[in-house]
């Protein structure tokens, strides 16, 4: 079993930083794909960035240039720095990690982080 546990959410203003942390832990022999993710009331889960193993990024444009993804493979944690935040960033953010344990690959999430950004 695996677990991704978030971390660094909270209330910040307009302009302000935050920085998110997910860590894997568990029976993980590889992790593939990792992404961020998040959820406002009332629309669906949406992507907001994602990484692969060997550092491939991506971004949704509403992030694009603000969100900076990265990870440590060597401790299994994923991280989403977020400047100049706006108050539509105002979400429940999830991390997602493709996890390789023995000869199967799952998708796990994590229980949610709120950041709320104040105008």
Do not use: H
């Amino acid at each position: 079993q695996v677990q991704l546990v978030e971390s660094g959410g909270g209330l910040v203003q307009t302009g302000g930083a935050l920085r998110l942390a997910c860590v894997a832990s568990g029976s993980i022999f590889r992790i593939n794909y990792m992404g961020w993710y998040r959820q406002s009331p009332g629309k669906q889960r949406e992507w907001v960035a994602s990484i692969t193993a060997d550092g491939n990024t991506g971004y949704a444009d509403s992030v694009k240039g603000r969100f900076f993804i990265s990870r440590d493979n060597a401790k299994n944690t994923l991280y989403l720095q977020m400047n100049s935040l706006k108050p539509e960033d105002t979400a429940v953010y999830f991390c997602r990690a493709d996890v390789v344990a023995g000869s199967t690959s799952r998708v796990y999430w994590g229980q949610g982080t709120q950041v709320t950004v104040s105008s």
